[in-house]
């Protein structure tokens, strides 16, 4: 079947630096793109999505970058802050059944 | 606050045990979702609601029973659960039809231990 998986399992960034989390995805026909947040002991938080026509798209520190050509999706976090240690989960949408398929989840530390 | 509230946090539960978890959104959604989420694992998909009806059972075993009175609660019914099933239940809400692009909303889930 198929399935969106992430490059890497854990990321440590220094507070106060940018950090790019990346996203690899297998469906090329997949049409909407999400990234979630998730915090220990907590459920997944919705932080930004893009739509498969967009190559980019900026919320508040965060931007989403889309490059349909090698299925390539990554999540850039600007000044990041020790609130943003979490668990970080691409998602994508099967344009079929409109199911989200989800990531296994990189782990950002933010080193003080 | 995330509008959806899940109960309990927390379940340790004998496999002979029958139990039943609760999620109400406060979103106004239409649909509804319960997932699985064990460690190092993707979240895995279980059933959706829309509209009160059963739009998706993923293979679910049937120990594992969803019941969806009104589009703002969902429950899971769980008996004679297995070891394997010890994991973080998510409920999540979504309004799928204000549009194709509409994310889900999660609850902080379910932590259950099977024993």
């Known amino acids: 079947g198929e399935s969106v998986g992430l490059h890497l399992p854990t990321l440590s960034v220094q507070e106060g630096d940018n950090s790019i989390i990346n996203c690899a995805y297998s469906?090329?026909?997949?049409?909407?793109f999400i990234w979630y947040k998730q915090e220990s002991g907590k459920g997944p938080q919705f932080i930004i999505d893009i739509r498969s026509n967009m190559d980019k798209r900026q919320g508040q520190r965060v931007t989403v970058l889309l490059n349909k050509t090698v299925k390539h999706l990554s999540l850039q976090i600007a000044a990041t802050q020790p609130g943003d240690s979490a668990v970080y989960f691409c998602?994508?949408?099967?344009?079929?059944?409109?199911?989200?398929?989800f990531g296994q989840g990189t782990e950002l530390s933010v080193k003080p | 606050e995330t509008g959806v509230t899940q109960t309990p946090r927390h379940l340790v539960m004998g496999m002979t045990n029958k139990k039943s978890l609760k999620c109400e959104q406060h979103l106004g959604h239409n649909a509804m979702y319960w997932y699985k989420q064990s460690a190092k694992k993707p979240l895995e998909l279980m059933f959706v609601?829309?509209?009160?009806?059963?739009?998706e059972n993923n293979s679910v075993p049937s120990r594992f029973s969803p019941e969806c009175p009104n589009s703002s609660h969902l429950f899971l019914h769980l008996h004679t659960l297995q070891p394997e099933d010890s994991a973080l239940y998510l409920c999540?809400?979504?309004?799928?039809?204000?549009?194709?692009?509409?994310?889900?909303?999660f609850g902080d889930g379910t932590r259950l231990s099977i024993l």
């Open positions: 609601y829309n509209f009160k009806e059963q739009t």
């Open positions: 998602a994508e949408r099967d344009n079929q059944g409109g199911k989200l398929i």
């Open positions: 469906n090329s026909a997949s049409d909407y």
């Open positions: 999540a809400s979504s309004q799928p039809d204000r549009g194709l692009d509409q994310p889900q909303h």
